[in-house]
């Protein structure tokens, strides 16, 4: 597949403070990526290189084969971008909005198709500041989609909505994607990162410190399956001693960790041999989240690290 | 520089414009606060007397005092007496704005004691036909009186008329191109300095830096919506100038150029003064600086013409001094040449900081 984004060692100082510290990733055109990082990590300071608002302080850029800091012009013609922290006139109505970038982008978009494809017709009438939260994000969305963009750059789409509205910004990302736009999201839901996005980077302290897709994240930085029963901690002792496998035993519940598919029946031959009383039994796996949480716990000197294994 | 783009953005800037109460109240209603407050304070003196401007070369004889004191006692007319130079006297007048002269000739009293015919001189003007009325009917009831009193109603004092110039101008007249050219300068600078650095920290420069919309579009939608706002200002202001207060103005073809340089200008300069300034704060200051030492030095509320010399030439280096001086000389004076010198020169202007304010305003940080 072809390359929409490539990022070759980037780095972005802001006066002393190294905000984006050599980091390299690509986009393949179609796909849609999740950038993932805690606050400050050095999201928006990246997405903004790439959508040639900010001047990159070294490494190479190429966003649809166009360098976007001396390319903007013809560049912003092909892509679609929410900022984070939306913003637009204040007396102007969404329907207004979406007609005036029509115009400028020279597009003949029909502005109630687009406004209820993000949701937003109850409002396409009311003026910018009488607008939630949530409804500014999404005529945001919906202004990032009037020329029709090759690429969407989406900084948080979905922060401050509520789960409904988040399910329908997601059909809209589906729908992009299916339609073989590219889209670069970055968001603090890791859930809708694994559900959504092709390919996953983690980016903390301006670093890339996990990349690929969420499977391969999590099978590479995740723990391994286990097993749950609600059982007394005589339970956990007796595997313990038969099956050679790290059992965990914490508020009446018992945790055995999974090395090899085999090992689910052992466990639970010895669980029924050994007659001590348990209830339902559930399979457990770390989401994206666990090894998000663990990863920058890890790095932040342990100080999250009790509650990432918790 | 496309033209579509540029009316599109010229429907958000007009909307944005309509929908906010203060800025309508700023356009439409405050041009008539102003011109009614000034224009109240300044006629408020003349409403009962007509001021009689008299020259007396019969060097305070008693009788020539005693006419004049009675000339006071009609009510109808204020007398003030003055000690110009004799020959120029009327164009005094004319300078002065004031409407009605009066000369007593030297000799006045030798002549009237004895019994000999001598003429005082009242000078008139065309445009204020009640000031003159009065004085006319106030002089000649006071000289009959005297007639009558010295010598069984042989006319002694005759009464000779002139016609001062063409026109006379009074504070009004003046007062209105002068309150237009405030707008024009005030209305941008203060809100064109305040979009360039909100826009800037709310993020809109930079959402409007992903669109096609260039940097100089963007500017000429504004000016045009400003150029715009004035025609309907300075209509505002003439019409209750001349309605409220009976000014004299010629409206004229001449001021469009003005109407347009003037907006034109001031919008790049607010522009150009919200862009260098780093901080909400520090543009409004610079704004400030430029904009107040203009708004009361450029002949807006006092002619330059009545300040101390220094400060005459300091007005000669503004601007807006320039934009008014023409639209006087286009609706008091019917100078041509003078008018076009000025908007020539208000035209370089603008040219020039509008290209400034391209230039120096970003869209985007580095
Ligand atoms: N204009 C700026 N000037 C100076 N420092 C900045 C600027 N913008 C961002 N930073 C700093 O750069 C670092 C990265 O910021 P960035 O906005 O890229 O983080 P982020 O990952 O988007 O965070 P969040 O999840 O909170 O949006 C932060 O430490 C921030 O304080
Ligand atoms: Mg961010």
Redesign the pocket.
């Given at each position: 597949m072809a390359t929409a984004i490539e990022v070759q060692n980037l780095s972005k100082e802001y006066g002393p403070l190294r905000a984006v510290d050599g980091i390299s990733f690509r986009v393949r055109v179609g796909e849609v990526f999740a950038f993932l990082g805690p606050?400050?990590?050095g999201?928006?300071?990246t997405?903004e290189i790439l959508e040639g608002l900010r001047r990159a302080t070294g490494g190479s850029v190429s966003v649809l084969g166009l360098d976007p800091w001396s390319d903007a012009y013809r560049l912003h013609l092909r892509i679609g971008v929410i900022p984070?922290d939306f913003r637009f006139f204040e007396k102007i109505t969404p329907r207004e909005a979406v007609q005036y970038y029509g115009s400028l982008f020279h597009t003949k978009p029909d502005p109630d198709e687009l406004l209820s494809r993000v949701q937003l017709s109850d409002k396409a009438s009311s003026r910018f500041d009488t607008l939630s939260g949530g409804q500014k994000q999404k005529l945001g969305l919906a202004l990032a989609l009037t020329n029709d963009p090759e690429t969407c750059f989406l900084?948080?789409p979905t922060t401050g909505l509520d789960p409904t509205a988040r399910r329908a910004i997601w059909r809209v990302i589906r729908t992009l994607k299916s339609e073989g736009r590219t889209v670069f999201l970055?968001t603090h839901y890791l859930e809708e990162a694994e559900v959504l996005a092709d390919q996953v980077a983690i980016i903390h302290h301006g670093r890339i410190i996990a990349a690929g897709t969420p499977n391969e994240i999590i099978t590479a930085h995740g723990r391994p399956g286990r097993l749950r029963f609600q059982a007394p901690p005589a339970l956990a002792e007796y595997l313990r001693a038969r099956l050679g496998l790290t059992v965990v035993s914490m508020d009446s519940r018992v945790d055995v960790e999974l090395r090899e598919k085999t090992d689910a029946l052992r466990v639970l031959s010895a669980v029924e041999a050994s007659g001590l009383p348990w209830q339902n039994f559930t399979t457990v796996q770390d989401t994206l989240e666990d090894v998000f949480v663990r990863l920058v716990g890890e790095m932040d000197d342990g100080a999250l690290k009790s509650e990432a294994d918790g | 520089m496309r033209l579509g783009r540029i009316t599109a953005d010229l429907k958000i800037v007009v909307r944005s414009y309509l929908r906010n109460p203060v800025a309508l109240f700023f356009s439409l209603i405050f041009p008539i606060i102003l011109i009614g407050l000034f224009g109240l304070i300044f006629s408020a003196t003349g409403n009962s007397a007509v001021p009689l401007t008299v020259l007396n070369l019969d060097h305070n004889s008693p009788v020539s005092v005693q006419y004049l004191a009675e000339l006071n006692n009609t009510t109808f007319v204020k007398v003030q007496v003055v000690n110009w130079n004799a020959s120029g006297f009327a164009s005094q007048l004319g300078r002065n704005g004031d409407p009605v002269g009066l000369v007593i000739p030297s000799g006045f009293e030798a002549s009237y004691l004895a019994h000999r015919p001598v003429n005082v001189t009242v000078y008139t003007n065309l445009a204020d036909a009640a000031s003159s009325g009065e004085v006319l009917g106030a002089v000649q009831g006071v000289s009959s009186f005297f007639n009558l009193h010295a010598s069984n109603g042989s006319a002694i004092i005759g009464i000779t008329q002139q016609h001062v110039g063409s026109q006379v101008y009074t504070y009004i007249d003046y007062l209105i191109p002068g309150l237009i050219g405030f707008s024009i300068l005030t209305s941008p600078m203060f809100s064109m300095v305040d979009i360039a650095a909100s826009y800037r920290k709310e993020g809109i420069f930079r959402e409007l830096s992903l669109t096609p919309l260039t940097r100089s579009e963007w500017l000429t939608s504004h000016i045009l919506w400003y150029v715009a706002l004035t025609f309907v200002t300075a209509g505002i202001m003439i019409g209750a100038g001349v309605e409220l207060f009976g000014a004299h103005v010629t409206i004229s073809l001449g001021l469009v150029p003005f109407l347009i340089a003037g907006p034109l200008l001031f919008v790049s300069l607010g522009m150009l003064a919200g862009s260098v300034a780093k901080t909400p704060e520090s543009a409004a200051l610079i704004g400030n600086i430029i904009t107040f030492p203009m708004m009361f030095l450029s002949g807006t509320f006092f002619q330059v013409s009545l300040f101390p010399p220094a400060l005459q030439s300091f007005a000669h280096i503004l601007p807006l001094y320039y934009v008014i001086d023409g639209m006087d000389q286009v609706m008091l004076f019917a100078n041509t040449t003078r008018a076009l010198f000025d908007v020539l020169g208000v035209f370089a202007a603008a040219i020039v900081v509008f290209l400034l304010a391209v230039r120096f305003f970003k869209w985007r940080d580095e």
């Open positions: 606050n400050g990590a999201k928006t300071t997405v984070q900084d948080e970055t | -």
